[in-house]
């Protein structure tokens, strides 16, 4: 039997299906190849303006990411959920590719609209073969560029969080609706550790703060609040 939902793929924008980014991978690479062989630089427009309809206007309006939610996931469920952002920055630069392909295709350079759309096409198949999501490494490696490095966190007012003066404990960042962020907790919990849950879908402000570019991202805390570890 499957399980019913615990997140809503067009509304809880926040966190997605770990699966909806491999099949859209997998839709890109097989496009891309499609168009490469063939010859219908038209498909890797299609394709390009299909990656900025989900980005900009919603998930419902991009096809591949369509399919997956309303007749893939019903069928073979929900895999696990984890923190939007990275494969959104993935699918930024991935349609930026693709319209730069266009252009060049448009503009009559065409040797380098096949190398545009061979690149995405290779990094998309990258990912659904591996796992290994190249955009959303860069995701991360920007977001410690940008000094928004949770390993540079080296205290935490236990006061705001209610629990001043306790210690040690764990402090961890999480959203309701992460599958990662509920084991990792309860690993935490199973081990006999205090874990102080912050939810950064109604707390965005301490996750700016402190630095948390994606969930889970857990703190041992001293009593003084002062961070002991980095967990997670």
Known sequence: MIKARTA???????VIDARAPRFNQMVVAITCLVA???GWWALVAVLALQLTAGLVVGRRWCLP?????QVVQPVFGEGPIEDARPPRFANQVGAFFLWAATISHGGGFHGLG?????????????????????????????????????????????????????GPVVVHFTHP?????????ARLRSDGRE???VDISSRRDLAHRYNVVV??????????????????
């Not at 991360?140 to 006061?159: C, H, N, V």
């Not at 001293?222 to 570890?229: C, E, H, K, T």
């Open 65 to 69: 990411c369509a399919f997956y939610f």
């Open 114 to 166: 096949e190398l545009l759309t061979g690149t995405v096409g290779a990094l998309a198949l990258l990912a659904v073969t591996t796992g290994f999501c190249l955009g959303c490494s860069v995701y991360r490696l920007a977001a410690r560029f940008r000094g928004l490095r949770s390993e540079d966190t080296d205290a935490i007012d236990l006061g705001e969080l209610g629990v001043a003066g306790r």
């Open 195 to 197: 874990v102080v849950a």
């Open 36 to 38: 490469l062989l063939t």
């Open 215 to 232: 969930v889970p991202t857990t703190f041992a805390v001293g009593a003084d609040g002062r961070v002991l570890a980095r967990l997670v």
């Open 177 to 185: 609706l992460c599958s990662d962020c509920q084991t990792v907790e």
């Open 8 to 14: 809503d793929p067009f509304t809880d924008l926040d």
